[in-house]
Antibody, heavy 116, light 108 residues
Framework: EVRLVESGGGLGRPGGSLRLSCAAS????????MHWVRQAPGKGLEWISY????????YYADSVKGRFTISRDNAKKSLDLDMNSLRDDDTAVYYC?????????WGPGTLVTVAS | EIVMTQSPAVLSVSPGERAILSCRAS??????LAWHQQKPGQAPRLIMY???VRATGVPARFSGSGSGTEFTLTISSLQSEDFAVYYC??????????FGGGTKVEIK
């Protein structure tokens, strides 16, 4: 079974940092690009980041560019998102999703709350 | 950036009736359009891609149509498990990948 499970969510302080992880299983992780998508409470879906399957090439949404860094460890079948300079509007459920788009499957998500 | 606009925001439908959801792109996305279904407290689930191709396990009552800038998701006879929020996603020209704002299909 193809499975993605996020972890690392919780309470972050404005200006602080958090690291999210996504554990993959059931497929050849090293051959798939991966993405992060987030959803603020009661709001829609926002794509935030992509990483290539091999050379680590990455893209970011303008809303997180320069603050968030996506990375992966193919040996551990793990995808990470380093979140720095957190802001209140980063509060959201963060999903990892297997690419290429249109995304299938998604993980169940992990909630990040940014508050002082 | 391609802007995706969904309508209506809320669709009230009785079980057994047909639901028609619309998604419009600010510029052509060809057929690179997907639909995702999201139920409360759950992750989104892919139900349609390539504008009209049903994802694995999706019932035939779901159908997609359109190309270019205008797309439609039709649910022919709504079942209780279909009441959810539906998002369209364009993947023709990115980054950024862009979603529509969603259509909530609720019980009338």
């Amino acid at each position: 079974e193809v499975r993605l499970v996020e972890s690392g969510g919780g309470l972050g302080r404005p200006g602080g940092s958090l690291r999210l992880s996504c554990a993959a299983s059931g497929f050849a992780f090293e051959t798939y690009e991966m993405h992060w998508v987030r959803q603020a409470p009661g709001k829609g879906l926002e794509w935030i980041s992509y990483i290539d399957f091999s050379d680590g090439a990455a893209y970011y949404a303008d809303s997180v560019k320069g603050r968030f860094t996506i990375s992966r460890d193919n040996a551990k079948k793990s995808l990470d998102l380093d979140m720095n300079s957190l802001r209140d509007d980063d509060t959201a459920v963060y999903y990892c999703a297997r690419g290429p788009p249109p995304f299938d499957p998604w993980g169940p998500g992990t909630l990040v709350t940014v508050a002082s | 950036e391609i802007v995706m606009t969904q309508s209506p925001a809320v669709l009230s439908v009785s079980p057994g009736e047909r639901a028609i959801l619309s998604c419009r792109a600010s510029q052509s996305v060809g057929s690179d359009l997907a639909w995702h279904q999201q139920k409360p407290g759950q992750a989104p689930r892919l139900i349609m891609y390539g504008a009209y191709v049903r994802a694995t396990g999706v019932p035939a009552r779901f159908s997609g149509s359109g190309s270019g800038t205008e797309f439609t998701l039709t649910i022919s006879s709504l079942q209780s498990e279909d009441f959810a929020v539906y998002y369209c996603l364009q993947y023709n020209n990115w980054p950024p990948l862009t979603f529509g704002g969603g259509t909530k299909v609720e019980i009338k």
